[in-house]
């Protein structure tokens, strides 16, 4: 059984910064051609698509709500990923969820990963 740990959510006023972490119990979560991926979901919506990492190589893609603020990371040797969020508004308040698979088909959709933290709350007042 894979646990996927978030941490670093928390309250912040509106230009500041977070930093989520993201820790794998086992590299099996990811592995060679795996990848981890942050979504998140606000009160009453659906939940979305945030940014994901390729393990491997690093390859990274955003959605377009959160280029050129958010960086997402990793660390191989601690099976972690991050989520470096700047210039926070109060629209990214939301539930933020760490995901990861083995052989993730799309990056970017929440039914290719197999595996979920637990979410870590991010709220950004104004």
């Known amino acids: 059984q894979v646990q996927l740990v978030e941490s670093g959510g928390g309250l912040v006023q509106a230009g500041g910064s977070l930093r989520l972490s993201c820790a794998a119990s086992r590299p099996t979560a990811t592995g060679s051609n795996g990848a981890m991926g942050w979504f998140r979901q606000a009160p009453g919506k659906e939940r979305e698509f945030v940014a994901a990492i390729n393990w491997r190589i690093g390859y990274t893609t955003y959605a377009d709500s959160v280029k050129g603020r958010f960086t997402i990371s990793r660390e191989s040797a601690k099976n972690t990923a991050y989520l470096q969020m700047n210039s926070l508004q109060p629209e990214d308040t939301a539930v933020y969820y760490c995901?990861?698979?083995?052989?993730?088909?799309?990056?970017?959709?929440?039914?290719?990963?197999?595996?979920w933290g637990q979410g870590t709350q991010v709220t950004v007042s104004s």
């Open positions: 995901a990861a698979d083995p052989n993730p088909r799309r990056l970017g959709v929440q039914s290719s990963y197999a595996y």
